[in-house]
């Protein structure tokens, strides 16, 4: 039985992670959504929670007791220290849970466990990965997907610089899905990558 493939799938804030973890669950392949895993995170009594009341106080909480993710996002955002404070509560819990999940999968013999991470080259995971594919889009369709989240210009400006340039994430990726055109020039592509790798292993095997 053929190794499975750790993927890391990263890009840029809109470029297209989520269709990309949509196209790959579809042919087959697990898949480990960092920001889903930080949602869970956060939930009412989880530790996590406690630890972001802690630091940041019980402003960021609704009336509810859950999180008030827009009040989070405009301290955190554009402030780095804030930033920093905040992904050092989550992300070492986020990676211990993608790692978790792609450790059981590979033991199950599944082919294929996939880490979405908008981070990964940020929070240093690249040696976890066998294949690290970015996804991305240009600038122009990057700001107009956006946009169509309510966004204000202002918004996206710190969302963006709160990540490494997409050039860069590029630059160290094994491979790039380039999402500007249509669903299915998108899904191509993946199924090229699927198919280079899957001859790799009958190779390797």
Known sequence: ???????????????????AAKLLASRGAKISDSDEIARVLVEPGQPALLAIVEAFGTGVLQSNGALDRERVASLVFGDDVSRKKLEGILHPRIRETWQ????????????IGVAMIPLLYETGCEEAFDKIVCVACSPETQRERLRQRDWSDEEIDRRIAAQLPVREKITRADHVVWTEGSLEAHADQWDALLACWSSESSTVA
């Open 100 to 111: 978790s999940s792609l450790t059981s999968w590979a033991e199950r013999g599944e082919s």
């Open 1 to 19: 039985m053929a190794a499975m493939i750790r993927l890391g799938l990263t890009g840029g804030i809109g470029m297209g992670k989520s269709t």
